[in-house]
């Protein structure tokens, strides 16, 4: 089925960063976007801004993923893109592995599941997994805490699915590199515009571009 002419878009944690970012990208490519925070406050001053959709989305809350993908009747691009970062050992009683998972694993594959009905009806899909450099087995799963734990298993995820995926719907991961966020500090050297590069590029690529990769600059990334 051919793209729709004005895509309908959810972008996790579309607030700040690469998400507000993304969602800007989009929306100048002519896609209607969403972009879901966990803070209301926060996500409409942003989507006023920026002149999109805001929905309530908090990732350890099931039901408000729910509540946002049933109230859109689903959605034609899902941008997989909010994340934590701890800095407790995993092997700490304080460990954030529960709470990485249900993140940046758990939550996304309960949108994914919550839009499948509409990618089935559309016959069209894309779906971006922001993943990162420290989630890459060839990287050595770098990172603090359980961060670069759940980015790998958001990359296996994102390999998996390609089998189950309705046809017309593709699926990848992709590492933004380095972005100067709250999360990657002031000291990187990418701005978010830069980092939303090659998201933007997975979620509007053709019939015949790629699916169950894992990117980095637009080019193929080791797993």
């Avoid at 929905?55 to 934590?84: P, W």
């Avoid at 309960?110 to 009806?121: A, K, V």
């Amino acid at each position: 089925m051919p793209r729709p002419l004005h895509p309908t878009a959810l972008v996790t944690g579309g607030n700040r960063g690469i998400g507000r970012a993304i969602a800007a990208g989009l929306m100048a490519k002519g896609c209607t976007v969403t972009i879901g925070a966990r803070n209301p406050e926060d996500g409409r001053t942003t989507a006023a801004a920026l002149g999109c959709l805001y929905s309530h989305i908090d990732l350890q809350d099931a039901d408000s993923c729910f509540s946002a993908v049933t109230k859109s009747d689903g959605f034609d691009i899902l941008i997989n893109n909010a994340g934590l970062l701890g800095h407790t050992s995993l092997l700490s009683k304080g460990s954030d592995f529960d709470t990485a998972m249900e993140v940046m694993v758990n939550a996304p594959l309960d949108l994914i599941r919550l839009c499948t009905p509409h990618w089935r009806q559309t016959g069209w899909g894309r779906i971006v997994n922001l993943s990162s450099g420290w989630g890459a087995h060839a990287q050595g799963l770098g990172g603090p805490g359980a961060y670069g734990v759940a980015k790998a298993a958001l990359n296996a995820l994102t390999r998996a699915l390609v089998r189950d995926l309705p046809d017309g719907v593709k699926i990848n991961a992709c590492d933004p590199g380095w972005v100067a966020t709250r999360m990657g500090g002031t000291g990187a050297p990418l701005t978010p515009e830069e980092g939303a590069d090659t998201p933007l590029w997975l979620a509007l690529l053709p019939d015949d571009g790629p699916t169950g990769g894992f990117f980095r600059k637009r080019q193929t990334a080791a797993w």
